[in-house]
């Protein structure tokens, strides 16, 4: 079992200087935790508004993003351990993620 957790925000942060920088403006729009396990688990819908994601899981997954995602081992998506990444996905598209436990 872990913790996949969904940050999901609207906008891109600014530095200093006014310059756009790879990081969600906070505060975040939502954040969903997921538990997962050896079968595909599906996030809530994403807010309208979100158009970018940083994920962060605790345990060896493979994740998978769509309207009605499921999440297969081996697939495409896969995150280490104690690894994070930073996603921009459609606004307004009713989109999921959808995690499962890989090794």
Known sequence: MSHFQVREYDRLAEDGNGNIISAGREPAVATQTITTSGTSQA??????????LFIESDGIVNWDVGTSPTAVVGGA?????????????????????AVINDT
């Open 43 to 52: 996030s809530s819908t994403f807010n309208a508004r979100t158009r970018f």
């Open 77 to 97: 998506g896969k995150m280490p351990a104690n690894s994070a990444r930073f996603v921009g996905i459609m606004p307004n598209a009713s989109l999921k993620i």
